[in-house]
């Protein structure tokens, strides 16, 4: 089973409120991932880091989210502000060095009323 | 694109019946794609069912298995007699071992209910 640390479980915020999540990955994994699953079950990469630095992220990303992987800290997943389309479960995952896999938390549920 | 379909759900089975999900893939700019089934069981995070990372190889774990097909794309997931503990919804995935760090593409899951 995925030992992945995903804080807070639920999460209900505003419209234009900033919305903070955690990820502590597994032990002696190199790599994070965070995805979005929205209410059609629908995966959408956003970014990932390889130890502190970011490797690759989208678009949506770059503009009203922003993540971090700091040395000896939780890694985190914010949203400046909040909208009711970022409504969505969101998923950290980490991959051990050079696995293929990916180990996944149990998500944090983002509610934007 | 790079992309992943699979059954769409949901799927109803009766004890100790056989089962399949399909589920094909588009790797076009993936070079040396890896296919996964993920789980997720009713209340739980997802999970790693099983992995094939060479084309040709079958995968395996809790009576189910998989086959990477590369002439046909798919990734079918199949088991002989499913049990009731195997209601969940399954996520079949595409990653890349070409690069270091894979994100993977995934289907939109299937939900499967097994009646007793």
């Known amino acids: 089973n995925s030992k992945v640390i995903q804080t807070p479980r639920y999460l209900v915020k505003g419209q234009g409120q900033k919305a903070k999540m955690r990820c502590i990955p597994e032990?002696?994994?190199?790599?994070v991932f965070w995805y979005q699953q929205n209410k059609n079950n629908e995966f959408k990469f956003l970014i990932n880091?390889?130890?502190?630095?970011?490797?690759?992220q989208i678009d949506m990303t770059e503009k009203r989210f922003s993540a971090e992987c700091p040395s000896n800290s939780p890694c985190s997943l914010e949203i400046q502000s909040s909208e009711a389309g970022d409504s969505a479960l969101y998923l950290c995952?980490?991959?051990?060095?050079?696995?293929?896999?990916?180990?996944f938390g149990p998500g944090t549920r983002l509610t934007v009323l | 694109g790079d992309s992943v379909t699979q059954t769409e759900g949901p799927v109803t089975v009766s004890e100790s019946e056989s089962l399949i999900i399909n589920c094909t893939y588009s790797a076009t700019s993936i070079a040396y794609p890896n296919l996964f089934w993920y789980v997720r069981y009713p209340g739980e995070g997802l999970q790693l069912l099983l992995k094939?990372?060479?084309?040709?190889q079958k995968g395996s774990s809790r009576g189910f298995e998989a086959t990477y097909n590369k002439e046909t794309t798919s990734f079918h997931l199949q088991k002989a007699s499913v049990q009731e503990s195997d209601s969940a919804v399954y996520y079949c995935a595409l990653g890349d071992q070409g690069t270091g760090y894979q994100n993977f593409y995934f289907g939109k899951g299937t939900s499967l209910t097994v009646i007793p």
């Open positions: 880091f390889q130890n502190q630095e970011v490797l690759q």
């Open positions: 032990k002696g994994h190199p790599v």
């Open positions: 094939v990372i060479t084309a040709g």
């Open positions: 995952a980490s991959s051990p060095p050079r696995g293929y896999e990916q180990y």
